[in-house]
């Protein structure tokens, strides 16, 4: 997104290993991960492609999204 | 800012330097074969030749003596000789011998680039500082191939003039133009960049399927038309995992998208495919079928080099939702345009970004299967 216009991140802690990330959702099934720290914070992290997302964190943010920790805009959910 | 005021482009203009980090300068074989060859890039020209111990060296092809071409001149041994008073210089980058002379002057040396052989590529370093490579930035060796398990090189290249080879990098975040310029609608599309590395995942189908109207899966990377798992290895070098589908046949290819660029203004962009080879086939029609697939690609990149052509550089695109991380992307490409002390974390810390491509695909094929339509109701 172009900065002024980007949703505010929202921090998510990874429920495996404790790592915080920011992170946004303009939908449902959009995604952004900025990560605060090196990726080698995650322990998990070396044994994954470098381009795949950790699935303990893709369950943390779900969950985020669940509690509502995490808003997602309100048109996409009810689709 | 009120929604009526007008929106400018702003542009600062190319960066300073080249980028650092490894460039291709082509096939190992381009080079092999006893003569100095002449290149032009990153501002100069290059000199680049095989000595007679088996290793390809690349020196600034001017020679320090008089500004002689050494490109234009001939190898002896493992030296390259200047055509126009003959100083012999080595790989290293310093003077091995002058034939009319009694002693060789001290500072006789010129630039030697840091050179790397991987899988029938040769590579130079590049660094603004002059420092060489840390240890973790390297290029992958293709898994298989020293075994033969893939075909030969099929390769090609072209100049792009009037553009800064940035303009390529952007592709990498850029879902939408993969419909309007290459003809294959993405169904997933994912970025991650880490340190040194950007990944984009692209799983797309093509016009024709799309124009069945069949449902397509949205959001799954796995069984798709094509399947494309490709990570630049720092500024200027892509490999990308792809694997596409033609009828009941799935071709397993790496392509490479790399380039080095000329001037500040103009790049070589050299690509090139290797197939996993088919064990029914034999290797000739294993390297024709790999040369067909690479026709098809190079298509495509002639598609994207119009638009640069005649596009404006633009610092400060104006994007929607289903649009790429391009200002990350740019703040992860900017780490190879500063001083290795002024990388800031925001550069290379890990970020994530997966679109939703629903609506984006739910209008394609809407607007592929009427065309469809048209079409067949103008043939019938």
New interface residues.
């Given amino acids: ?5 980007a949703l505010p991140m929202a921090p998510v802690a990874c429920g495996t290993c404790g790592t915080v990330v920011q992170v946004s959702k ?14 080698s914070a995650c322990p998990k992290r070396s044994e994954l ?5 950790c699935p303990h964190l893709s369950d943390s943010i779900r969950d985020a999204v669940f509690s509502g920790a995490l808003a997602v805009p309100a048109s996409e959910l009810s689709e | ?1 009120s929604s009526d005021t007008v929106r400018h482009i702003e542009s600062k203009g190319a960066p300073d330097r080249f980028a650092r980090g490894w460039h291709l300068l082509g096939l190992t074989r381009e080079f092999d074969d006893g003569k100095p060859h002449g290149l032009e890039a990153f501002g100069t020209k290059l000199v680049i030749w095989k000595g007679a111990d088996g290793k390809l060296k690349v020196l600034d092809a001017y020679c320090r003596h008089m500004g002689g071409d050494l490109s234009t001149g001939t190898v002896q041994g493992d030296n390259v000789a200047c055509p126009f008073h003959s100083w012999r210089w080595g790989g290293d980058g310093k003077c091995k011998e002058i034939p009319y002379a009694r002693r060789i002057p001290p500072r006789a040396r010129t630039n030697a680039w840091l050179t790397k052989e991987l899988d029938g590529q040769l590579f130079v370093w590049h660094d603004h500082e002059g420092n060489p490579p840390p240890d973790d930035v390297t290029i992958p060796a293709i898994p298989g191939y020293e075994e033969g398990e893939w075909t030969d090189w099929v390769w090609d290249k072209t100049l792009v003039p009037n553009s800064h080879c940035r303009e390529i990098i952007d592709n990498m975040v850029d879902m939408a133009h993969f419909y309007y310029i290459h003809k294959g609608p993405p169904t997933y599309f ?1 970025n ?1 960049f ?2 040194h ?1 950007c ?3 692209y799983s797309g189908t093509t016009h024709e399927e799309a124009a069945k109207g069949l449902p397509i899966a ?2 799954v990377a796995e069984d798709q038309q094509t399947v494309s ?1 490709a ?1 630049y290895w720092g500024p200027a070098y892509l490999v990308d995992k792809l694997w596409t589908k033609y009828g009941d046949l799935t071709f397993e290819t790496i392509l490479l998208t790399t380039h080095y660029p000329i001037s500040s203004s103009s790049f070589m962009l050299n690509y090139g495919m290797v197939m996993k080879k088919n064990p029914d086939w034999d290797d000739a029609t294993n390297n024709k079928i790999a040369g067909k697939l690479l026709e098809g690609i190079g298509s495509g990149f002639y598609e994207d080099v119009k638009i640069w052509l005649n596009k404006a550089p633009i610092d ?4 929607c ?1 289903e ?1 790429g ?1 391009v ?1 990350q992307l740019r703040r992860w490409y900017s780490q190879f345009y500063v001083d290795v002390a002024d990388i800031t ?1 925001e550069m290379t ?10 609506k984006a695909v739910d209008f394609w094929q809407k607007e592929l299967v009427e065309q469809a339509a048209q079409k067949a109701a103008a043939e019938a």
Avoid: C, H
Wanted: net charge negative; hydrophobic share 30%; glycine share 6%.
């Fill in positions: 997104m172009t900065p002024e216009d303009n939908s449902a099934a959009q995604t952004s991960i900025q990560w605060e720290v090196d990726s492609p470098v381009g795949e997302t | 800012m994912k991650v880490d340190g590395i990944t984009q995942y949205v959001g798992d990570t400060n695109p104006l994007l939702e649009d991380p200002y974390p810390q890990r970020f994530e970004f997966e679109i939703d491509t629903t």
